[in-house]
């Protein structure tokens, strides 16, 4: 399949956060004691931002060339399944909604500290502090609200709505859903129904799917690999048969950023850090969604 359909507002992108709401989600990441869900709400709502500052072209709003989705999946106490989208506000209950949408809709705007060097005027460079504005669209649920890992649920549901995303644009580049989790499936194998989502398609392309799993681990995380040699358990050689292959234009894009992408990876990331999820991130979407795109993929 070709990957190579313009992404325009006559053909949107579709992009899908699956997040894994279960309790050891507030666990420490990569061997630090910043909670895996902090980590996980720091990255979407920057990849948010980053991505309607990609689709301003100048005017009053960002044109409206993605859909997103944000959708989270947990149990309630007795581990019956609950999969819901996240957005708040004006967008609560929807699954997806446009780029022009999320830009009017954040929870708020936080002031946030951000480290930089700057030139000292005597030929070398200073670091300083300075506060910029940080949108947010998305918060970690409350701790009495986070459960189990029903992941095939959330992908079954995820097949729902994307099925009518696909009915509705039939020519569009394929959407592209991130799956983050830092546990195994509590409702059963998940691989089936990682498959019958990876069978949806556009026609320029099957729904990617990435697999991104956070750790607790301090250990070196395996990123875009060719093989499952390198996964040290059963789990993560599931996660890896779920994932989708990386198509070449995007494993290409993802090198010219000088990100590390072998023939024949998977669209994953096993133990992830903070740095890992932010790339899979920028290899999963940016990589569409970025200016220096050529013409006919912006």
Known sequence: MPYDMQIDRSNPGCIVFLVDLSNSMLDGIAGTQRAKMDTVST???????????????GE????????????GYTTDANGVAIVRPLFQLGLAGRDLVSISELYDNPLEIEQRRKKEFVDDGAGGLTEVERQIAFPVWFRSPAPTEMFGTPMCEALRYCKH?????IDAHPSSFPPMVINLTDGESTDGIPVPFAEDLKALATADGNVLLFNCHLSGRDAQPVFLPPTESALPDEYARDL??????LPDKLRHMAEVKGISA??????MAFNADAVSLLKLLNVGTQVVAAATLPPHLR
């Not at 072998?262 to 669209?267: E, I, S």
């Open 43 to 57: 990255a979407i709502n920057r990849f948010f931002q980053e991505l309607i500052t990609s689709c301003e072209k």
């Open 60 to 71: 009053e709003k960002p044109r409206s060339y993605f859909d997103v989705g944000l959708i």
């Open 161 to 165: 709505v994307l099925q009518a995303w």
């Open 240 to 245: 890896f048969g779920m994932s989708s292959p």
């Open 262 to 267: 072998p023939l024949g990876c998977k669209a």
